[in-house]
């Protein structure tokens, strides 16, 4: 991921593909769940460096479940999924993520250790699927996230009208 921007649209995609975030009230959910305003929130989303902040983003994240790091959320270094926590709530699946030991037929070691090779490549094959489908999401975010930046700087420039035709009136 690019930037900071980049990986939280990464969380978001991955809880609107968990459950955890509904696609239709992402700002929504989030104001809630971090108590931060709406104004602040819309900036952070929208990539607004003054709001989009370490803080703002490790804050998201607890809200969550804190199911990703956020040392790669906020600086790209580690490993994007939390997955001591990710595995309490997922059943395990981050013991292929990580790349257990391989033993022929086997993998060695993890949850997963009764699979035959058929089985663990439709594992990795379901995972390959999910990240890709995490930048489709990733994408249709940032895309709404261009139209909300465009639909606020036209309602500021009407806002602006507004104001402008009220103050003629009552001058």
């Known amino acids: 991921m690019k930037n900071k ?12 593909f968990i459950g955890k975030l509904s696609v239709l009230s992402i700002q929504k959910e989030i104001i809630a769940k971090t108590n931060k305003n709406k104004t602040s929130v819309s900036m952070a989303l929208n990539g607004d460096e003054r709001y989009l902040t370490d803080k703002f983003i490790e804050r998201v994240n607890s809200a969550f479940g804190s199911l990703f790091n956020n040392e790669w959320l906020t600086k790209g270094e580690g490993k994007p999924l939390n997955l001591s926590i990710h595995q309490e709530h997922h059943s395990g699946y981050g013991d292929i993520v990580e790349g257990d030991k391989f033993n022929g037929d086997k993998v060695a070691g993890s949850k997963f250790a009764h699979l035959d090779k058929e089985e663990i490549k439709t594992l990795q094959d379901s995972i390959e699927c999910f990240q890709k489908m995490t930048n489709y999401f990733q994408k249709i975010i940032s895309e709404y996230h261009k139209t909300i930046a465009e639909k606020d700087a036209i309602i500021a420039k009407k806002d602006e009208q507004i104001n402008e035709l009220i103050h003629k009136i009552i001058h």
């Open 5 to 16: 921007l980049d990986r939280l649209n990464c969380l978001i995609g991955y809880l609107i």
